[in-house]
């Protein structure tokens, strides 16, 4: 799954520059600890080309009764007949720009927090769907290597990929099973990134 994860002004400025127009998003800011229900920037696209917008993280279908959590995931595997996500991959394509995101791991009954990043530290570019000002993350089986961390992990696409992802033409589900994950990077990170409300730079340093 992909829960939490951080948006550098780095990562927004150069989402900002794959897109023709910029909606409320502040490329002066820094987020370390991104969660469902908060707004974040997100790319969709158009007739007349893709924008930035601030977008809400986690998608509250029609549908959904007074206590149901907004769905933050959607996994690949199946996205195609899930009743919330099935028109969604079709026409509402999203990317989701990233520094890096946390996974948790269970070690001695205890969760604890890790970082992952690329290993070449270029921007990340996720997979994902939108509708009525919300997004969500789709994800996949984690690698090998990232399995010992958790077992499942978001779909990444490389940038030169962006706009095939968006090409309506284009099969979504069979387009990203075909996608390469990259090579990432994983670090242990403090315990704090537990409270959505924490939001700073030691977030994602590493612990010892």
Same mark, same amino acid.
């Given at each position: 799954?992909?829960g939490?994860?951080?948006v550098q002004?780095?990562?927004?400025?150069v989402?900002? *520059?794959?897109?023709?127009?910029n909606?409320?998003?502040d490329l002066e800011?820094?987020?370390?600890?991104?969660?469902?229900? =908060?707004?974040?920037?997100?790319i969709?696209s158009?007739?007349? =080309?893709?924008?930035l917008?601030?977008?809400i993280f =986690?998608i509250?279908?029609?549908?959904?009764?007074?206590d149901?959590?907004?769905?933050?995931n959607a996994?690949l595997? =199946?996205?195609?007949?899930?009743?919330s996500f099935?028109?969604?991959?079709?026409n509402?394509?999203?990317?989701? $720009?990233?520094?890096g995101?946390?996974e948790?791991?269970?070690?001695?009954?205890?969760?604890?927090?890790?970082?992952f990043?690329?290993?070449?530290?270029q921007d990340?570019?996720?997979? *994902?769907i939108?509708e009525?000002g919300q997004f969500?993350i789709i994800?996949?089986?984690a690698?090998?290597?990232?399995?010992?961390?958790?077992?499942r992990? $978001?779909?990444?696409i490389p940038?030169?990929q962006?706009?095939?992802?968006f090409?309506l033409?284009?099969?979504?589900?069979?387009f990203?099973?075909?996608v390469k994950?990259p090579e990432l990077?994983?670090?242990?990170?403090?315990?704090?990134v537990?409270?959505?409300?924490?939001n700073?730079?030691?977030l994602?340093?590493?612990?010892?």
């Amino acid at each position: 799954m992909c829960g939490r994860y951080s948006v550098q002004k780095k990562t927004a400025l150069v989402a900002n *520059g794959l897109v023709k127009k910029n909606i409320n998003v502040d490329l002066e800011q820094d987020n370390f600890n991104c969660s469902p229900n =908060g707004k974040y920037p997100c790319i969709k696209s158009a007739t007349n =080309g893709k924008y930035l917008e601030m977008t809400i993280f =986690g998608i509250l279908p029609s549908w959904a009764k007074p206590d149901f959590r907004r769905l933050h995931n959607a996994r690949l595997e =199946g996205i195609e007949t899930k009743v919330s996500f099935k028109k969604l991959i079709v026409n509402s394509r999203a990317i989701i $720009p990233i520094t890096g995101f946390f996974e948790w791991a269970k070690e001695n009954e205890k969760k604890v927090p890790y970082y992952f990043t690329r290993t070449d530290d270029q921007d990340i570019f996720l997979a *994902g769907i939108h509708e009525s000002g919300q997004f969500t993350i789709i994800t996949r089986e984690a690698t090998e290597q990232n399995s010992k961390i958790h077992h499942r992990q $978001p779909v990444i696409i490389p940038k030169s990929q962006i706009n095939n992802y968006f090409n309506l033409n284009n099969n979504a589900v069979e387009f990203l099973n075909n996608v390469k994950p990259p090579e990432l990077k994983f670090h242990e990170v403090s315990t704090k990134v537990n409270n959505p409300s924490m939001n700073d730079v030691t977030l994602i340093n590493p612990v010892n």
